[in-house]
C-alpha cells in the first residue's frame, strides 16, 4: 500500500511553471484564435467560410487546448518533485560527510614516524577513504594559514589527487594554526541541523593556541573532532632540503637544533571540547580505523541520528501523465464526424 504521510515538494520554486505556465499558453492560444479568424476573414465572406469551416468541431479544439493546459501544469509539478511517504536509511549506509584537516607545517617533516609525519598522515588517510569511504570527503590544509584543498565530494579520485599534491610548501604561511584550520573546515560545511564530523591529523604544537577555543564554539554547531596525534612524545629533529637541494636539520634563532614532539595534552582538550575522541595515529595509520569504529558505535556524537528520513520522489506518477495527455491529445482530430 502507498504511504500518503507528509506530503510535500521538493523543489517548491517550480511551482511558478504549473501556476503561471497554463495562463500563458491559454493566452497564447487566444491569439492564435484570433489570429486565425482574422487571416480567414481577409479570404472570403463570412457565409463563404461557414460553409468551409462546417466540418471544424470548436468543441474538439477547446478539449485539444483544455489538454495542453493540463500537460504544462503536470509539467510544472513534476519539476517540483511531489514527495509523500517517508523511507529510513542507515546512517552507516548513506555515509556522512568528513573533512580531514592535515597539518602541512615544517614539524611535519619530522621522521619520528616512517616515512615522516606528513606522508604517513596522508597514506592513513588514503587508506581511510578507500577502506571505508561512503559518503563525501574534503580536505583542509593548514599550518599558519589554512586552504581548502578539496570540497566535499563523492569524486575519490579527485580527493586523492589533492591530498597526493600536500607537502610543506602548500601552505606558505609558517606556523600552526590549528583554530583557523578548524574555522575553515567548518565553513565547508553544509549548515544542515546534525552533526559534522572534522578528522584534524596534526603534531598538536598549536603555536597561536586557539585551537580548544575554537573547538568548544564549534560544539554549538554540532561540529564533531575527531583528533589524530601523529608523531612520538620522544620528537625528532626537522630535516628540509636546502636551496642547494641538500638535506639540513632546522635551527633556532639561537642556533640549536629544533626537535618536534606530539602535544597529546592539546589534541585530547579539542576532542574532549566536541565530545570527540583523540587517538594517537601509529605506525600504521591504526588510529583512523578507530575513528571508524567510534563514529560508527556512535561515540562522542554529538545530536546524530541512528537513520536519517527521506521523502519518497513520486514525480514519476506526473511524468507519466503529462506523456498520457499529450499522447491524447494527438489523437483528438479537431473535424465532427461525417453523418451518412
Known sequence: MMDFTQPHFAEPQWLWLATFGPVVLLVL???????????????????????????????????????????????????????????????????????????????????????????????????????????????????????LQCPLTFDYGAFEDALRALDDKTIMVPGTDIGRALDEAFRAMEKRDRRKIVVLLTDGEDLQGAGTRTAEALAKELVVVYTIGVGTAAGAEIRVINEQGQMELVRDARGEVVRSRLDETTLRAIA????????????????????????????????????????????????????????????????RRSKV
Open 29 to 147: 492560444q487566444r491569439y492564435a484564435a484570433w489570429a486565425r479568424r482574422r487571416q480567414l476573414a481577409t479570404l472570403a465572406s463570412p457565409q463563404f467560410l461557414a460553409d468551409l469551416t462546417r466540418s471544424h468541431s470548436p468543441a474538439k479544439r477547446a478539449f485539444k487546448s483544455f489538454l495542453l493546459l493540463l500537460a504544462v501544469a503536470g509539467l510544472g509539478l513534476a519539476l517540483a518533485r511531489p514527495q509523500w511517504g517517508v523511507q529510513e536509511f542507515a546512517a552507516q549506509e548513506l555515509g556522512e560527510d568528513i573533512v580531514f584537516v592535515v597539518d602541512c607545517s615544517r614539524s611535519m617533516l619530522a621522521a619520528d614516524v616512517s616515512p615522516n609525519r606528513l606522508e604517513r598522515s596522508k597514506l592513513a588517510v588514503m587508506e581511510f577513504v578507500r577502506r571505508h569511504g561512503r559518503g563525501r570527503v574534503g580536505l583542509i590544509a593548514f599550518a599558519g594559514q589554512a586552504f
Open 272 to 335: 574532549e571540547a566536541t565530545k570527540g575522541n583523540y587517538f594517537p595515529l601509529g605506525a600504521l595509520g591504526e588510529g583512523l580505523a578507530k575513528v571508524r569504529l567510534a563514529m560508527e558505535s556512535g561515540n562522542g556524537a554529538s545530536g546524530g541520528a541512528p537513520t536519517r528520513k527521506l521523502g519518497v520522489d513520486r514525480f514519476h506518477v506526473l511524468v507519466a501523465a503529462v506523456l498520457g495527455l499529450l499522447v491524447i491529445e494527438s489523437l483528438v482530430g479537431t473535424r
